[in-house]
């Protein structure tokens, strides 16, 4: 027989009992900017029932978590200290439910990974391709978008991991301190063209590059605002014939059957379409620096297995990638 030591036998502490899910949803809601009416619809419940509950939860918690104005209703202070928590803990529970078919079939929980759709497709998917090929009944959910969107859901606890730049303008103080920041490699703007560009030898300025046309991740991207502001910095205007994708392969297959054509990527991109489109690398100066790619999680994420198995991979294939070209 297995003793458990007392820390494990724990009661659960009195306030966390008299604590219920919609009352957290609450504080969840608010903090998404809802107020109390379209709270009483997402509950299907009546509006004075919600105003009973967030008394109900303030009295539980001691303290006020909503101020009402004129304008609706917003988090006080002390509601805004506790939202990520509550958002943490009701994406687990969420995730629980998502994953009780998986736990009575014997399988695990789904790995949640986020990354910017460039790297998704050009450093993450044959890590992945091969955990699932080791893992029997793995499960992985790729979620992609840009840096802010996805650290907002590390923080949320809707993503396990993301790999990807550290926007720590997009994070208060605190959030940066919760974040685990492990860098994998420097990153820069990587310029690429067709096999059949002609002209475009040696070191180029930017001043070489405006008068063609490019192709370009969209306009929310870090490529394209910090692509602009060297751009504004350096006199030069915005290029024309710009076409925005957010499609790694749509991007190469335009630029290899568009000669004269300019493509402006992050460097795991462009070494992506180098190797897959037979594209070539630009050497431009000044050189543009883009933040450090990454893998960030939060500091209070228990160990896992299976995510320290997949994430192995991932630093395997930086090295191949880097190495070959």
Sequence with gaps: MVKSSTSELRQFPSLLRGLRLPQLQLVRMAGAGANFRQMADALHVTQPAITKMARELERTLGAPLFERGATGVRLSSFGRAVLSQVQRSLAHLEQLVDDLPSHR???????RIGSPSFTAAALLARPVAQWLGCTPAGRVIMSDGV?????SMLHAGELDVVIGSLDDGSCSDDELQQLRFESLYEDAITFVTGADTPGLEGPLDLADL????????????????TLRRELTLHGHGLPHGVVEASSIPAIGTILHHAAGTVGALRADAGRYLIHHHGLRMLEVVPSMSLPRVG??????????ASLDALLAMVRTEVLRMFRSH
């Design 295 to 304: 893998i960030m999680r939060l500091r209070s994420a228990p160990p896992e």
């Design 105 to 111: 079939e014997g399988s695990g929980a789904a790995l």
């Design 147 to 151: 840096s802010a969107q996805l650290l």
């Design 210 to 225: 405006c008068r063609l046309p490019w192709v370009l991740p969209p306009r929310n991207s870090l490529v394209w605002m």
